[in-house]
């Protein structure tokens, strides 16, 4: 059916074929990626948690290079230029890093599942203008055969119906793909949330510490 049909239709039948490979890609991609980002997260965390102080955590912490890991390390950063300064402020500088921090991931891994809705969007109002641009066809030949015999009409029309089938086709994994990829997004952001909380948390207790007197050194060896 596919060789028979009208250029225009072949082309659209092509078109969604590809929009399926990409569905299937960006599928396999993000996945991969969500898992990583999720075990990074879950690492720094259980280590944040696991640890009495900030400093601890950092020495105690896998080597990520992931957003949670860059929280603890943002937050060492700042207290180390801020040493001196007033508590309230090196929290209030600490807050805003760690929310362009998670703004930051929360763009990156929302990242492609854009294509996602667009297909879901778009396929099947492609394939139906493939059946649409068939069906047309069929018509025109129809009056050039003078004839309405089912075997003069019905591949034509089957030929178009094939671009509908192959629209959903890879309308429906993407729709199904994005939405799940849009819950488990959010809720690796509620996760990371949890540990800029988690940081936060240490580095106003270690805080109150510093100010009863702790070694200097000791801090510009967690920072670094």
Do not use: C
């Not at 690492?43 to 957003?67: V, W, Y």
């Not at 509620?190 to 936060?200: G, N």
């Amino acid at each position: 059916m596919f060789l028979a049909a009208d250029l225009v239709v072949k082309a659209v039948m092509v078109g969604l074929a590809f929009a399926s490979l990409v569905t299937w890609t960006v599928w396999f991609a993000k996945s991969l990626e969500l898992v990583f980002a999720r075990r990074a997260v879950a690492r720094t965390l259980d280590a944040l948690q696991a640890a009495p102080t900030l400093f601890d955590a950092a020495a105690t912490m896998p080597k990520d290079r992931g957003a949670a890991a860059a929280t603890v390390k943002a937050a060492l950063a700042e207290w180390k230029v801020s040493e001196g300064l007033p508590v309230e402020g090196i929290k209030e500088r600490v807050a805003v890093a760690l929310g362009r921090i998670e703004a930051r991931a929360g763009r990156r891994l929302s990242g492609g599942t854009g294509v996602l809705a667009t297909i879901g969007a778009t396929a099947p109002f492609v394939g139906l203008f493939g059946t649409v641009w068939g069906i047309m066809n069929a018509f025109i030949g129809i009056s050039k055969a003078q004839t309405t015999n089912l075997a003069v009409v019905a591949p034509g029309i089957a030929e178009a119906l094939l671009a509908t089938a192959i629209g959903l086709v890879a309308a429906i994994p993407a729709v199904v793909i994005y939405n799940l990829f849009a819950r488990a997004i959010a809720a690796q952001k509620a996760r990371l949330s949890d540990t800029s909380a988690e940081v936060m948390r240490h580095l106003s207790r270690d805080l109150d510490r510093a100010a009863s007197g702790m070694e200097p050194r000791r801090l510009h060896a967690a920072a670094e």
